[in-house]
């Protein structure tokens, strides 16, 4: 090879060895897998399972604490139970939740973990139970 050359005549000129090639290819796999599992949000079937899980559990709960606060706050005496409610100890207001069964859902199995704490803490931060609407559905003709 001449030292009068340009670069691009070098360049056509070049033939990498195999073993270039490879150890190229197997650098650019690895830093390709490193930089997906860091920065490009790649994960591992595993870790999306368990992520599915947790969300469908966190899903759960804040479904059953929704309904057990428009339970409570449609069941008779809402206002006192509010206010009896308030004036708990915050560890004994899931008790309260519990015990008054407004976590409770026709056809569940199993209590949903965390949703009577949430829903005395949904309901603590209400200032009044809010007016019942009830607009009838049906239309006389």
Do not use: H
């Amino acid at each position: 090879m001449a030292n009068n050359q340009t670069v691009s005549q070098r360049w056509e000129a070049y033939l990498p060895s195999k073993t270039l090639w490879f150890w190229s290819v197997a650098g650019a796999v690895v830093l390709t897998m490193i930089v997906g599992f860091t920065a490009g949000g790649w994960t591992t079937g595993g870790t999306a399972a368990e992520m599915a899980a947790k969300s469908a559990r966190t899903a759960r709960t804040e479904l059953v604490a929704n309904l057990c606060v428009e339970n409570f706050v449609n069941a008779s005496g809402a206002s006192q139970n509010l206010a009896t409610l308030k004036e708990m100890s915050s560890y004994k207001r899931d008790n309260f939740i519990e015990d008054g069964g407004w976590n409770k859902l026709a056809g569940m199995q199993k209590d949903a973990p965390g949703a009577a704490d949430l829903c005395a803490g949904k309901l603590t931060a209400m200032d009044t139970i809010p007016a019942r609407n009830v607009s009838s559905d049906q239309t006389s003709g």
